[in-house]
């Protein structure tokens, strides 16, 4: 009895909330109930996940405390200003590892239009000589399934109206870093508001 009257007192809260209050106005003749939920839509603006132990490093320059660091942990959102070909953005893990999949997705419903145009997702591989024999034997040489940059990376995907999700092969192996190159100047900034990167099992 002692707990459920324990209980009783507690005041439950489920965020987002179950039920929300929508509009100002009250029954009450004159009287204004401007009330919302203080995390009511919160969690639209950007979507964490645990991502593996990285050293993140961007060339872009950021907006206030919008941090790439905060965006890895899932805290908040990647915001920084208007981007120009060469722009990286890129996470060195700090123990190699294979990866299944990923998800980066730029923009959020406040800012829909800070995406990711003609941005590439690249991954350095730790043993490049195992995957060339791996290209050779399945005679993928001359049409590449992964086209291979100056400095080593092969580009696994690219971005498509602001999101850029897709599988790992599993003949990549361990992988060292995963790089987004951003090709072209962007008449906008750019958002990040979910980074996802999934180890293989």
């Known amino acids: 009895k002692h707990c459920d009257r324990q209980k009783a007192n507690l005041r439950i ?12 106005h009250s ?7 401007p009330l919302k939920d203080k995390d009511f839509k919160k969690e639209l603006l950007h979507k964490g996940h645990s991502n593996p132990t990285a050293e993140l490093t961007s060339s872009l320059k950021i907006y206030q405390h919008h941090t790439l660091d905060m965006a890895y942990k899932g805290d908040d959102v990647f915001w920084a200003f208007t981007p ?3 722009d990286f953005i890129k996470f060195r ?7 299944e999949r990923y998800v980066f997705r730029s923009g959020n419903i406040e800012h829909p239009g800070d995406k990711l145009f003609n941005t590439t997702v690249e991954v350095l591989p730790v043993d490049k000589s195992e995957f060339e024999k791996i290209i050779l034997h399945n005679n993928m040489t001359k049409y ?7 400095d080593g990376y092969y580009r ?9 999700e897709g599988e790992v092969d599993a003949s990549i192996g361990k992988i060292e870093a995963i790089r987004l190159s951003i090709l072209s100047e962007s008449p906008v900034w750019i958002l990040l508001s979910e980074i996802f990167i999934k180890p293989a099992a």
């Open 27 to 33: 029954s009450l003749a004159g009287k204004l109930q």
């Open 144 to 150: 590449p399934k992964y086209k291979e940059t100056e």
């Open 93 to 99: 893990f700090f123990q190699p590892l294979k990866v």
């Open 156 to 164: 696994i995907g690219t971005f498509r109206n602001g999101i850029a």
């Open 13 to 24: 809260r489920y965020k987002p909330s179950l039920f929300q209050h929508v509009g100002t």
């Open 84 to 86: 120009v070909a060469g």
